[in-house]
């Protein structure tokens, strides 16, 4: 079936600091890539979606400066946290999509800013 | 755009009875609906769908109803076991083909 590797799956950096977070798709095309957030006890919420080779599209209220998304590849997309704060810490998870597997998460990345 | 509302936000039922979580979605145009399981810190695992097109759809113990009309569709577990227990959470894929998810629901399943 559809894996989708993301790493890291734990990263803690200190206030100010920027972190990347990446996904692939290892045995299919993922055609849109999805990144939610998830604090705590909460649900999944969208951040942003995002087709190769074009520009994210951000949910409101999310800010596509501190946000950076870029899919550069039909097998791979990034989600770079800038000048982290510890309001930023969460679960970061990313959803890829194609019609043949439909949504595949990857593993999630624990973020904590300190 | 989207809105899905879940409830309850938890439930808890003996083992071997039945567990039912219900869910609304606001936009007609939605035509997928996923159910998934999230144990604490792992990803969302997708145990059952349905498409717009269909009212039912069972896998052994879990079935899912979709009403069209009134815009809400079910999760039923039944016979619970212990590994039951968990997040379960509803979604509607609206248009742009985001998913657009429930608040969630913590089953809790008492041996």
């Known amino acids: 079936g559809a894996v989708v590797s993301q790493h890291p799956s734990r990263v803690i950096c200190k206030s100010g600091t920027s972190v990347k977070i990446e996904c692939r798709s290892l045995?299919?095309?993922?055609?849109?890539m999805f990144w939610y957030r998830q604090f705590p006890k909460q649900s999944l919420m969208l951040m942003a979606t995002s087709n190769e080779g074009s520009k994210a599209t951000y949910e409101q209220g999310v800010e596509k400066d501190k946000f950076l998304i870029n899919h550069a590849s039909l097998t791979l997309s990034t989600l770079t946290v800038t000048s982290a704060h510890p309001e930023d810490s969460s679960f970061y998870i990313c959803?890829?999509?194609?019609?043949?597997?439909?949504?595949?998460f990857g593993s999630g990345t624990r973020l904590t800013v300190v | 755009g989207e809105n899905v509302e879940q409830h309850p936000s938890t439930l808890s039922v003996q083992e071997g009875d039945s567990a039912v979580i219900k869910c609304t979605y606001s936009?007609?145009?939605?035509?997928?609906f996923p159910w998934y399981k999230q144990e604490l810190g792992k990803r969302p695992q997708l145990i059952i769908d349905i498409r717009s097109n269909v009212g039912e759809k069972k896998d052994q113990r879990i079935a899912v109803t979709l009403n069209k009309t009134a815009k809400h569709f079910s999760l039923h577990i039944t016979e619970t076991q212990p590994e039951d227990s968990a997040v379960y959470f509803c979604a509607a894929r609206e248009g742009g083909n985001k998913l657009v998810f429930g608040a969630g629901t913590i089953l809790r399943v008492k041996s």
């Open positions: 936009d007609s145009a939605s035509n997928y």
């Open positions: 045995d299919f095309q993922a055609t849109t």
């Open positions: 959803s890829a999509s194609d019609r043949f597997y439909g949504y595949t």
